[in-house]
């Protein structure tokens, strides 16, 4: 894997590991570490956190200032879910539902998604 590209956040994925670097995510091989390929995400302002779901193979991306959830599956389709807030850190629970960790100015409080 290249050096000296920031990374902000990782997950893997059905044998692939996936790292945020600003606005993309390269894709690797979990076993080789042999790039896979890149996936870009369109319309990104500021994304803090990736997380994944190996139920319904697809990544999930909290981008703050935009204040919304982006889910990538795997074939490169995006969606997104307003937040109206600024979303920060993601967890996947075992029913497969997204929790968003909310933060603005120390108040927080957690945001629940059914994909």
């Known amino acids: 894997m290249p050096e000296g590209v920031p990374v902000w956040g990782l997950t893997t994925m059905a044998g692939e590991i ?11 091989d979990a076993n080789t570490y042999s ?3 890149s996936l ?3 319309n990104a302002r500021r994304i803090v956190d990736i997380t994944s779901c190996e139920h319904y ?32 850190q993601l ?6 539902n997204v929790i968003v960790n909310c933060r603005y ?5 957690l945001v629940y998604f059914r994909p």
């Not at 991306?61 to 979303?87: A, F, T, Y």
């Open 40 to 42: 870009a995400v369109p």
């Open 105 to 109: 100015h120390h108040h927080h409080h």
């Open 35 to 37: 790039f896979q390929r």
């Open 57 to 88: 193979r697809c990544v999930y991306l909290s981008d703050h200032d935009s204040e919304c959830v982006r889910r990538l599956d795997v074939q490169g389709s995006i969606k997104q879910w307003p937040v109206n807030d600024r979303p920060w």
């Open 91 to 96: 967890s996947v629970n075992t029913e497969h």
């Open 18 to 28: 996936y790292l945020l670097r600003l606005a993309k995510l390269d894709v690797y």
